[in-house]
């Protein structure tokens, strides 16, 4: 790292980066992982235990194991020591996340408090706030919500309704409006609630106490995960808000929601780690103990199958994470040297790192959703039973797609923020794309006998292939691009891919090295498979593209790159994933 | 009041068990350690004690390599005020024994809580070696457990009952189920505050190895269930007489 630059948000689609520059989850300290083991007690002796009476609603206990969580120092990782929290690095807030991941409804209230919940006070509130609130968000004390979305605002979210007037007096803000879908709202005692002041078009934000007059809550909302999980409604009548509530300055709020998003989408990817670990546990436990043709299923090639696709895409997941993890942490750092404020550096390395937040949401989610999926099926009808956790873990992944910014939302930001920023010049994307040669391109790609540098090739391949593509398009549509959608997702998905595919080569190099090649074979077998993967998802999406807007003069050469770009090293896919599979089933666990 | 409490470091209970070496060695490849359960009950129960008011210093101690440190650190996370590593390999109990004995001869301690047995090689001797080491009372396996004045009491599972024992002090204990309700979780404030508590690395004290381990095997595997209608006693009756040979 050292004499190189930072790299840049979304710069990687140019950049490739070393296994020096990346992080990786085997290298944890001793510290942190005793952080992550008192976590996985807490969700083993507190939350597992009691799952289905959260789920229930049963009163007043959800709160109260959050409280719990408070007692041992869980709501304070992030939270500065002069607020009485534990001041944790970026990283090994992560690291919680994903390990607390595992707990169905209790993840969501957990997530919600600390993040969305604690985070728009830490980042933008003033002393006297951030005084008066954070060492009681960070003991439990005081429970947190985060009001944005209303009936009629919900990805368009400073369309919202929600008004402030100033009282004659200039007191209080006097607040009117109708929140929806509020995340711990059932027993949040402070609430970020966002509304615009007068006539503004852009929101502002306002911490409000849960006794202040004029709200009113409604009943719980009946819902198809995460049932446990506190989601209400919420009215505010002529309510008053004192002056010195309002957070940052008028008209930040939509600012402050954008920012808070960020740091959501990119908790949202290490939260999946742990549900998806979770998941595979199950999937392999019973494929171990269910008989069929008097073997057990976990014999047979077609669950086997699942149960490495499984282990494959979760751990690829993991290794973009903690990658992303590691740019952010030292992003802070960076700012923070510079002088920028503590809370104002986390923001800023935020929003840099808010393609690859973006993608990371919505591959983890899509992951997640994937792996409870096949977890059903390996169960079969027993899947299918709410008496099986499984049958839960199937309906509490389905929301991971849709908060935090709908995996279309984060789609439109991938593919469009990425295209900005090279059209911005802030990296030379444009430059870079222009100087590949698709004339020149072979059939194939030619691989040497260096097992990591033809991963390194393909790798710069797949990126090539959205570079090549997106001058194309921003050429065929210029300011209209952005209303191409479905050619977005497209692109959406290329970059996706090819962070992804980088991160667990990257990963996997990185392992090499510290583990040696021997010690390594089953990482490559999920490279391997990873890669082949991407390849054909690749394949399709620039096969899609190329059809609906590359003149037709040019398309047979443009399918003729895509080819090139697409083909990756031959190997024996169908036995890699069956020792993964068998790795799996040895150890009965997941343990990449 | 000085404790001194032993921390095996020891498989987690999920681990895959595998040989090398000629099966006399236990393959430690990817297998995550833990505090071995016993022995968090005992420290979980001093802990108690002290939370409730009695002025007592807990110390950790272990035999082994530097690798044991990590489970040292989470005895000092849940709330053991120091450590003591002992700086080597360690090979059979006698042996282990013989340092923690020598340990709690030069350190003015009170009494020494080890678990009943530890949950690898499952030697449980170490207690009753260190008794025998320094002539002094051993009560093994105890499920309760109080200091009292001058004295401390303990409860332990008999053969169709229990047994209430005191003892004076020095003595040597060994944790047994329910000797804590449940193991101690420890908070960030107990992490944070390990990172600056004292973890002390000694040298061993010379002592002659008596025992050593020739090889390991697993148990076999178990055959298939037989499944035998039920209005098929005649074969039955077959299967455990000629299968089973029970009748």
Redesign the interface.
């Known amino acids: 790292m050292k004499n190189k630059e930072a790299i840049k948000g979304g710069e990687f689609i140019i950049r490739d980066s070393e296994i020096d520059e990346i992080f990786i989850p085997e290298e944890f300290n001793e510290e942190q992982k005793l952080i992550a083991q008192t976590c996985q007690d807490f969700i083993d002796a507190e939350v597992i235990p009691n799952i289905n009476r959260i789920d229930a609603h049963e009163e007043g206990l959800l709160p109260s194991i959050l409280k719990k969580a408070g007692e041992y120092g869980l709501l304070g990782i992030s939270i500065p020591e002069e607020y009485e929290g534990f001041g944790q690095d970026f990283t090994t807030s992560m690291y919680v996340a994903d390990i607390l991941g595992a707990g169905y409804a209790f993840s969501v209230a957990y997530s919600a408090h600390t993040g969305i919940g604690t985070l728009p006070i830490m980042y933008y509130g003033n002393e006297e706030q951030k005084q008066k609130y954070l060492p009681k968000l960070a003991s439990g004390e005081l429970l947190g919500a985060y009001c944005l979305t209303e009936p009629n605002a919900g990805s368009d979210a400073n369309s919202g309704k929600t008004k402030a007037v100033l009282n004659e007096a200039g007191t209080h803000y006097i607040i009117n409006g109708q929140k929806m879908w509020i995340t711990n709202g059932g027993f949040a005692d402070v609430l970020t609630v966002f509304a615009k002041i007068d006539n503004d078009r852009a929101l502002s934000a306002f911490i409000i106490d849960r006794d202040f007059p004029g709200i009113t809550f409604n009943p719980e909302e009946n819902k198809m995960g995460i049932k446990g999980s506190s989601t209400v409604q919420i009215f505010f009548t002529d309510c008053e808000v004192p002056v010195e509530n309002l957070l940052g300055k008028p008209g930040d709020g939509f600012r402050i929601a954008l920012n808070i998003l960020n740091l959501g989408r990119i908790k949202l990817g290490a939260n999946v780690i742990g549900a998806s670990k979770a998941a595979i546990n199950l999937s392999v436990k019973y494929s171990n103990e269910r008989k069929q043709f008097k073997t057990f299923i976990s014999t047979f090639g077609a669950i086997k199958y699942k149960l490495a696709q499984q282990v494959i895409k979760a751990f690829a997941n993991e290794s973009a994470v903690y990658r992303i993890s590691q740019n952010i942490e030292d992003s802070v750092k960076k700012y923070i040297n510079d002088g920028v404020e503590k809370g104002k550096a986390n923001v800023e390395a935020q929003r840099e790192f808010a393609i690859e937040a973006a993608l990371i949401k919505v591959y983890g989610s899509e992951m997640l959703d994937y792996v409870v999926d096949e977890g059903v099926q390996i169960h079969g009808g027993m899947g299918y039973s709410a008496e099986t956790e499984i049958e839960k873990a199937y309906r509490d992944s389905r929301i991971n797609r849709i908060f935090e910014g709908t995996n279309e939302i984060n789609r439109m930001v991938t593919a469009d923020t990425l295209i900005k920023k090279g059209q911005r010049g802030v990296f030379p994307m444009f430059e870079e794309a222009q100087k590949i040669n698709i004339d020149s391109l072979g059939a194939a790609p030619t691989f040497t006998d260096d097992y990591f540098e033809n991963m390194k090739m393909t790798v710069k391949n797949f990126k090539s292939l959205f570079l090549i593509l997106t001058d194309c398009a921003t050429k065929t549509f210029a300011r209209k691009l952005p209303h191409e959608q479905e050619i977005l997702f497209n692109f959406a998905n290329i970059i996706t891919l090819s962070y992804v595919s980088e991160s667990i080569y990257l990963r996997v190099k990185k392992i090499e090295s510290i583990k040696g090649e021997k010690a390594s074979e089953i990482y490559r077998d999920m490279l391997d498979s990873f890669i082949f993967d991407s390849a054909n998802t690749l394949y399709n999406n620039g096969l899609e593209a190329i059809y609906s807007f590359v003149d037709t003069n040019d398309q047979q050469k443009y399918i003729n790159a895509l080819r090139h770009f697409t083909t990756v090293m031959p190997s024996n896919i169908k036995e890699g994933r069956r020792r993964i599979a068998d790795k799996l089933i040895e150890d009965n666990k997941y343990s990449f | 009041m000085k404790a001194l409490i032993c921390i095996g470091h020891v498989p987690d209970t ?1 681990s ?1 068990i595998r040989f090398t070496d000629n099966d006399t060695k236990f393959d430690t ?2 297998i995550q350690y833990i505090i071995g359960p016993y022995e968090e009950l005992g420290l979980t129960r001093l802990l108690d004690i002290k939370d409730a008011g009695t002025d007592l210093h807990i110390t950790a101690i272990n035999v082994g390599l530097k690798e044991t ?2 489970t040292l ?2 005895a000092l ?1 849940m709330g053991a005020d120091e450590a003591v590593r002992i700086d080597i390999d360690p090979t059979d109990a006698f042996f282990v024994a013989k340092q923690i004995a020598e340990v709690f001869k030069n350190g003015e301690y009170d009494f020494i809580v080890t678990g009943k047995e530890s949950i690898d090689y499952n030697g449980g001797q170490v207690d009753g070696m260190i008794a025998e080491f320094l002539n002094i009372p051993s009560v093994t396996g105890a499920t309760k457990f109080d200091l009292l004045e001058g004295k401390a009491g303990f409860e332990r599972e008999i053969d169709g009952g229990k047994e209430v024992v005191e003892s004076v002090f020095p003595f040597v204990t060994s944790a047994g189920k329910d000797f804590a309700k ?1 193991p101690r ?5 107990g ?2 505050a ?2 600056r508590k004292k973890l002390e690395v000694i040298t061993p004290v010379e002592q002659n190895l008596k025992t050593e381990v020739s090889k390991h095997y697993l148990p076999a595997a178990k055959p298939a269930c037989k499944m035998v209608s039920p209005d098929n006693v005649e074969e039955l009756v077959r299967l455990l007489h000629e299968e089973a040979k029970i009748i």
């Open positions: 999920t895959k490849t990817d440190e990590a650190r989470k996370a449940e979780i420890p908070g960030m404030r992490i944070m390990a990172r």
